[in-house]
């Protein structure tokens, strides 16, 4: 394994030297570090060949932001020197010739640059060099941001600006960010930012830059934080100006109640601060002012007919004022929608009452008729008892003189019966007198067979 690792080395350098391109004898595993302030940073690198097998000579240099170069350190593989000013701060790692720094500040932000130079031992001749840069940043946590707001009142929609400003006591490369009720902004055509989003002009404002706003801070070495939110209060308005009455029936713009009836109405609109309302009469001679406040009383019965009602709305502090304008109408509408709906749900038992009792009626008069009018049962006790008599034998009366005894009723039926006109009454009653060719005999066969003593006395 020490052969192939010996020979690979020996080929890279034989390259080198021919190609007079860098093989990369080190390795720097992060070319940009965010440093803390007053916390270590370690400058790693990593060499690809073994320290026994070669010669090395190198430095550690550093660049400020400014341009000044200085050499930290000059080291080799037996030992390391260190300028005086810096000496106490650095620590050279061997043998992977890494750099420490034990407490960073200002002053180390910069570029650290090395440069070293290798000469393996079998090829005294050949001396590769490597360099490599690291660019470190120092940065100070960031503290919480405090949140500026000018001018501090209120301000008025259309009319005002409000510049806002984010800072922080300690941090450095801080990045700001800004939210109205924790939605993010953004530059718009009223919105305007500095390059590091640490002022927000809006101009002008409007009712809706109104509400919570914050600002968060933050830097590569710490996380965001929040500022204490501050609200910002806009006068605006009348916006949505609208007229409401909970009684009568409204049509659009027209309210229609009941003569002698007592209406209300309400007059509302957003608005910061709050609207003054004045209610006026509109009549073809001009108008009146009735009354101000937000609610308006009419009694129905002082109306003789329509007339139109306007509710004017004003901003004392933004000056602006809206209008809304109505007719109000006389006419029977009942007790309202209510009482419609009412005699709607009561009319519907009633129809339900009613065509039970019908029902009821026709079933019992349809069982009646058919208990005292059945055709079939007439029509039985018609021609069923003629066949009876049919059958019996003929007699003429005479033969025995003690059956003819008895008690004779004769009925007279005036006029000719016709059997497609007979009522059911008529038939029953025929039932009980007997029909047209009911014989003499046939009537005192009714009569009981046992003899009375007293009648033949």
Not at 34 to 54: K, P
């Amino acid at each position: 394994m020490e052969d192939t690792r010996r020979t690979a080395l020996y080929i890279c350098s034989v390259l080198c030297v021919l190609t007079e391109v860098s093989c990369k004898f080190i390795y720097i595993p992060l070319l940009v570090h965010h440093g803390i302030e007053g916390e270590s940073l370690h400058l790693s690198v990593e060499t690809r060949f073994q320290l026994d097998e070669a010669e090395i000579q190198g430095t550690w240099s550093h660049t400020k932001l400014n341009g000044a170069r200085t050499t930290l350190i000059t080291f080799t593989k037996a030992a390391s020197i260190a300028d005086m000013m810096y000496s106490s701060n650095l620590i050279f790692r061997k043998p992977n010739v890494s750099l420490l720094i034990k407490q960073l500040n200002q002053d180390y932000e910069g570029d650290f640059h090395l440069s070293l130079n290798i000469q393996f031992h079998n090829k005294t001749e050949s001396v590769f060099k490597e360099e490599a840069t690291i660019h470190v940043t120092v940065d100070v946590p960031v503290s919480t941001p405090v949140i500026e707001k000018s001018p501090s009142y209120a301000v008025i929609e259309d009319k005002s600006n409000v510049t806002w400003t984010c800072s922080v006591e300690r941090g450095t490369r801080v990045v700001y960010q800004w939210f109205r009720d924790n939605v993010g902004l953004a530059p718009s055509e009223r919105y305007h930012f500095t390059h590091d989003y640490s002022t927000l002009f809006i101009s002008p404002v409007r009712k809706e830059d109104k509400g919570t706003y914050r600002c968060v801070a933050s830097n590569p070495v710490s996380q965001g934080q929040d500022s204490r939110p501050v609200v910002l209060s806009v006068y605006y308005g009348p916006y949505n100006l609208e007229v409401n009455s909970g009684q009568g029936l409204r049509t659009g713009q027209v309210f229609t109640i009941n003569p002698g009836q007592l209406v209300f109405f309400e007059c509302q609109a957003d608005s910061n601060p709050p609207n003054s309302y004045v209610w006026i009469s509109k009549s073809p001679n001009g108008t009146q002012i009735i009354t101000e406040g937000p609610r308006l009383e009419v009694r129905s019965y002082r109306l003789a007919q329509a007339e139109e009602y306007l509710c004017r709305a004003f901003n004392n502090v933004t000056q602006k004022q809206d209008e809304a304008q109505f007719t109000l109408v006389v006419a029977s509408l009942g007790t309202g929608k209510e009482k419609h709906t009412q005699e709607g749900a009561s009319v519907s038992p009633l129809l339900a009452i009613v065509f039970s009792s019908l029902l009821i009626i026709g079933c019992m008069l349809l069982f009646f008729l058919r208990r005292t009018c059945h055709p079939k049962r007439v029509l039985v006790n018609l021609y069923g008892r003629s066949f009876s008599e049919q059958k019996r034998p003929h007699r003429s009366g005479h033969e025995d003189a003690k059956e003819d005894f008895g008690i004779y009723e004769f009925v007279s039926i005036p006029g000719k019966m016709e059997s497609a006109q007979v009522s059911c009454r008529s038939l029953a009653r025929l039932e009980s007198i007997q029909d047209m060719h009911t014989t003499i005999y046939d009537v005192i066969r009714h009569v009981p067979e046992t003899p009375s003593h007293s009648l033949l006395k």
